[in-house]
């Protein structure tokens, strides 16, 4: 359990792809360390790529929670 949230990058990911499948900016990113960053805009452009692809909602979540 404490490994899954030191794991800063893949949290990082996860919450790009959430703001990409919701539709939001990638502005929004809240980190300003150079690395943390990418993962998190490697993830919006996953999220907004399904979100294109009509992964909306559940189906989106579902889908990380996978791959």
Known sequence: MRRQK???ANRAYSRGYKAGLDGRTKTLCPY??????????NGWRDGREDNWSGY???????KIAIG
């Open 6 to 8: 030191r794991d800063k």
């Open 56 to 62: 909306k909602g559940v189906s989106g979540i579902h």
């Open 32 to 41: 300003s360390d150079v690395t943390t960053r990418q993962f998190w805009l």
